[in-house]
Structure formats: structure tokens, C-alpha cells
């Protein structure tokens, strides 16, 4: 039998500075980018996707963001 217990900090200035590169990426390859979290299981995703989702709407409207 195996186990696997995770503990992961994330703070919102590191996800708020990986959403800004991948807004200047989407600008440069089509202006879409797709999210994919684990939103329903992981309590760290579903302050990923609120801090990305908010991010892109300040920083790059004209990015069509897309979740998974």
C-alpha cells in the first residue's frame, strides 16, 4: 500500500510573476492561454486559478484565458 501526503506554500507574488509570463508568452503565440488546476481537490489550485484569473483581467485583457 502506498501513501503520498503533500504540504505546498505558494504565495501570490510567485503566482501573480509565472500568470505575467504566460500572458506576455499568449501575446506573442495567438493571445490564448488554457489553465489547467486541480481546483476541485487542491485548496493551493483554487488560489491559483482566483490570483491568475485576476491577474490576467489587470494585466492583459486582451488575453482570452481558458480553464481546464
Given at each position: 500500500?502506498?501513501?503520498?501526503?503533500?504540504?505546498?506554500?505558494?504565495k501570490t507574488s510567485?503566482?501573480?510573476?509565472?500568470?505575467?509570463?504566460?500572458?506576455?508568452?499568449?501575446?506573442?503565440?495567438?493571445?490564448?492561454?488554457?489553465?489547467?488546476?486541480?481546483?476541485?481537490?487542491?485548496?493551493?489550485?483554487?488560489?491559483?486559478?482566483?490570483?491568475g484569473t485576476e491577474?490576467?483581467?489587470?494585466?492583459?485583457?486582451?488575453?482570452?484565458?481558458?480553464?481546464?
Amino acid at each position: 500500500e502506498e501513501e503520498a501526503i503533500g504540504r505546498s506554500g505558494e504565495k501570490t507574488s510567485g503566482m501573480e510573476r509565472i500568470a505575467q509570463v504566460a500572458s506576455d508568452t499568449a501575446r506573442a503565440r495567438g493571445n490564448r492561454v488554457w489553465w489547467g488546476d486541480k481546483a476541485n481537490v487542491l485548496e493551493t489550485a483554487v488560489l491559483w486559478r482566483r490570483v491568475g484569473t485576476e491577474d490576467f483581467a489587470k494585466r492583459a485583457p486582451e488575453v482570452e484565458l481558458r480553464h481546464m
